[in-house]
């Protein structure tokens, strides 16, 4: 049930800020690096130096000590820009820094959080195997103990950023179970000029080259018994409760997209004349942006609502779960609905609505695809 939830002074501040800090430090350099396939570190070291990279951190590691209300408004804006940087400051304040600040220990905490907070550090979760995706419980990397070090083996591939990370959290089998409860994180700090890590390629997508999606294999990789996270054997339940918080970041990337698109399509719909007059006059166009403005709106909203819930201390697996589902799909329609609109122009490159549909598509697939998410969802509705 849909609690009632509000936005303060501050969340209004905060989506001011995040769009002033896009407009003149992200929209100007997109398409530069979208042509030329080149990784953004120096607007995601901007991101940093704003406050905008460790929103929900506290304050004494480089975060902002904001809520998740205002984590959720920075990605949505930041996705508004470029999905890329949004997915980039998302993953890595969920699935790396969540783990981190709730579970760390106080060097890891003032290390590695502290970096990737301010943004001076970027960060990969290496999860995802060739034969282990949604069904985390069968991963077969495996980190054995040998003396004071952990020895990592096994493949993996999806991992965003792994190729221009500073820290990889790799979640690895080390206990004897075969299932979710022999899973744990463990630390691979400077993972590119350590012995055993092979960055195999960088997987091509239809997000474009500018995005980094690596296939990394770890041979006899050798870290510190430190470098675990949280207690051994207790990985999956640290995955879980940071996908919670990632469903938020991957919705709220979701309705910056969706956003995009309809801006764009509103405007080209008042630019655009056929047969005399604007395009957004005929009613085949008008309702199109009539449902498009409706849908952005509501899933704003789940996502907001979820968002909220988890700052009154609440666990939001099926809300996070709900949003999610909700605002990729929109993002997916609303982008598919504005190359409509758009028409030929939409299908080529000289629109941003083109790109708008490639990357709205991986939203539906990532942070769990939303077919597992609605397992989640009616899971949920019998608890």
């Not at 949604?134 to 952990?150: K, V």
Request: charged share 30%; proline share 3%; net charge negative.
């Amino acid at each position: 049930m849909i609690t009632h939830f509000e936005l303060g002074d501050e969340h209004r501040e905060q989506r001011t800020a995040v769009r002033e800090f896009c407009e003149e430090h992200v929209d100007p350099h997109v398409e530069a690096h979208e042509s030329s396939g080149t990784f953004p570190r120096e607007i995601v070291e901007a991101v940093g130096e704003a406050g905008l990279h460790g929103v929900p951190f506290p304050a004494e590691y480089g975060g902002a000590d904001e809520d998740y209300r205002s984590f959720a408004i920075t990605v949505e804006e930041l996705a508004r820009s470029w999905k890329l940087l949004a997915g980039t400051v998302s993953g890595a304040c969920c699935l790396v820094g969540y783990p981190l600040n709730e579970f760390g220990s106080e060097w890891q905490r003032e290390e590695w959080l502290g970096e990737l907070a301010t943004g001076r550090s970027i960060a990969a979760l290496s999860l995802t195997e060739p034969e282990a995706g949604s069904d985390a419980g069968s991963l077969r990397t495996t980190a054995e103990r040998d003396g004071d070090e952990w020895v990592i083996d096994g493949h993996k591939v999806w991992t965003t950023n792994g190729a221009v990370a500073d820290l990889i959290l790799v979640v690895a089998r080390t206990n004897e179970y075969d299932d979710y409860r022999g899973l744990s994180l463990i630390g691979v700090p400077n993972p590119l000029e350590r012995d055993g890590v092979e960055v195999v390629r960088d997987i091509p997508c239809m997000e474009g080259e500018a995005a980094v999606e690596s296939e990394i294999r770890y041979d006899d990789v050798r870290v510190p018994v430190e470098n675990l996270v949280g207690e051994e054997g207790k990985g999956f339940r640290y995955i879980m409760e940071g996908l919670d918080i990632g469903r938020i970041g991957t919705a709220a990337q979701g309705v910056g997209v969706a956003q995009a698109a309809f801006e764009a399509s509103r405007a080209f719909a008042d630019e655009r004349e056929q047969f005399g007059r604007p395009i957004r006059e005929f009613q085949g166009i008008g309702f199109k942006l009539a449902d498009m403005a409706t849908e952005v709106e509501a899933a704003r909203l789940l996502t907001l609502h979820a968002a909220a819930e988890r700052d009154r201390g609440q666990r939001v697996t099926r809300e996070a779960a709900m949003a999610k589902t909700k605002a990729t799909d929109v993002a997916m329609d609303a982008a598919t609905e504005a190359v409509q609109i758009h028409g030929s122009r939409g299908y080529s490159k000289d629109y941003p609505v083109e790109r708008y549909m490639r990357v709205a598509k991986g939203m539906q697939i990532y942070e769990g695809t939303n077919e597992v998410n609605r397992i989640v969802i009616s899971n949920q509705l019998y608890e």
